[in-house]
């Protein structure tokens, strides 16, 4: 993971970032945000978006947010060439960091029922929480379950 670089960035990388998102997120599963979702969040308080870079290549990226005490990872994908190089678990460190580092105590996501990036995120100490049925509609109009999980910022096992 030593060529992993962490870079906060702003909408003036959107671009970069769409492009990991339409590689990384399969249409069949709904997951994914448009350009002007994206947009529209960064422009609100509290949230920040990262871009990983892997010898100097955009690699992955991720979005989240802080409101009070509490900080969430609203998304998190990883370009398909460069899955299980790290990617992920280093934007998870990241937001944990980031997310202690902007006062929060508890940290929360959601992710679909059935991602393998499950596995990642229990390694790290997330735990879920809850299930939203039918949250995400797929783009055959298959509908899935979402999985809310969170852990305590002071609990982390990264």
Not at 31 to 49: D, I, K, T, Y
Not at 110 to 122: L, Q, V
Request: charged content about 20%; aromatic content about 8%; proline content about 3%.
């Amino acid at each position: 993971m030593s060529n992993i670089l962490l870079v906060e960035c702003g909408p003036d990388r959107l671009d970069q970032v769409m492009a990991i998102m339409n590689d990384a997120f399969d249409p069949a599963f709904g997951e994914a945000w448009s350009a002007p979702q994206c947009c529209g969040m960064l422009n609100m308080p509290g949230v920040w978006m990262t871009l990983a870079m892997e010898s100097d290549h955009p690699a992955g990226f991720s979005v989240a947010r802080v409101v009070a005490d509490e900080a969430e990872l609203l998304l998190l994908g990883v370009r398909r060439a460069s899955w299980r190089n790290g990617i992920g678990r280093r934007l998870l460190q990241g937001f944990c960091e980031a997310g202690k580092h902007r006062g929060a105590k508890r940290l929360h996501l959601e992710m679909r029922d059935g991602n393998a990036a499950i596995a990642m995120y229990a390694h790290a100490g997330f735990e879920q929480v809850g299930r939203r049925r039918n949250y995400y509609r797929g783009s055959q109009g298959d509908c899935f379950d979402a999985l809310t999980l969170s852990c305590s910022a002071d609990a982390l096992l990264l």
